[in-house]
């Protein structure tokens, strides 16, 4: 799959955000996942972290690179199902589509999610096996105080991801940054 439409969305995505958001609290930066084809800016410098997940059935690798910024956690996540250990080499596009699924339910479940909306999300490069989603949802935090929560979900080649903010009250300008183009 060429990696131009991917770079092209999340160069859109980038400056869609550094415009909702120009203060001095947002200091922007481009940032790529590594081993990813992907691209995006995030407000603030970014953790990184990997931790093993159990998705599809199997202990998987999850890498993240995280920031707070404004009151507002920004995070993106991937999981490389070329890496799983399975019996006649990588996941099927089904397999996919399940651990993107699974992915969106434990999300919801941690933040306790209330009411859920889910939509199509119009990303370039994306898988087309798996079509790009947007989920919004309004939840609580460990601590028990409200969270609003907006994580964008797909697949590039034997990659998914995630790429989610929370808040407490998500700021209008950053939310429409992942609405459909």
Same mark, same amino acid.
């Not at 979900?153 to 429409?176: K, R």
């Given at each position: 799959?060429?990696?131009? &439409?991917?770079?092209? #969305?999340?160069?859109?995505?980038?400056?869609?955000? $550094?415009? !909702?958001?120009?203060?001095?609290?947002?200091?922007? %930066?481009?940032? %790529? &996942?590594?081993?990813? %084809?992907?691209?995006?800016?995030?407000?603030?410098?970014?953790?990184?972290?990997?931790?093993? *997940?159990? #998705?599809?059935?199997?202990? @998987?690798?999850?890498?993240?690179?995280?920031?707070?910024?404004?009151? *507002?956690? #920004?995070?993106?996540?991937? *999981?490389?199902?070329?890496?799983?250990?399975?019996?006649?080499? /990588?996941?099927? $596009?089904?397999?996919? /589509?399940? *651990?993107?699924?699974?992915?969106?339910?434990?999300?919801?479940?941690?933040?306790? /999610?209330?009411?859920?909306?889910?939509?199509?999300?119009?990303?370039?490069?994306? !898988?087309?096996?798996?079509? &790009?989603?947007?989920?919004? !949802?309004?939840?609580? %935090?460990?601590?028990? @105080?409200?969270?609003?929560?907006? !994580? /964008?979900?797909?697949?590039?080649?034997?990659?998914?991801?995630?790429?989610?903010?929370? $808040?407490?009250?998500?700021?209008?300008?950053?939310?429409? @940054?992942?609405? &459909?183009?």
């Amino acid at each position: 799959m060429p990696r131009l &439409p991917l770079i092209l #969305f999340a160069a859109g995505l980038s400056a869609l955000l $550094a415009l !909702a958001a120009c203060s001095p609290t947002f200091n922007w %930066r481009e940032v %790529r &996942p590594e081993n990813t %084809r992907l691209s995006l800016l995030l407000p603030c410098k970014p953790d990184k972290a990997q931790k093993i *997940v159990p #998705f599809g059935g199997k202990p @998987t690798p999850l890498s993240m690179l995280g920031c707070d910024a404004g009151g *507002v956690t #920004f995070a993106v996540a991937v *999981v490389d199902l070329d890496k799983l250990d399975k019996p006649g080499g /990588a996941l099927s $596009a089904a397999s996919a /589509a399940t *651990v993107l699924a699974q992915w969106q339910s434990v999300t919801l479940a941690n933040m306790k /999610a209330g009411a859920v909306q889910v939509s199509p999300l119009s990303l370039p490069g994306a !898988a087309i096996a798996q079509p &790009p989603v947007l989920v919004k !949802a309004q939840g609580q %935090r460990t601590d028990g @105080t409200a969270v609003n929560g907006q !994580a /964008a979900y797909f697949a590039h080649g034997s990659q998914v991801f995630q790429v989610v903010m929370y $808040a407490a009250s998500v700021p209008p300008e950053v939310a429409e @940054t992942f609405s &459909p183009a």
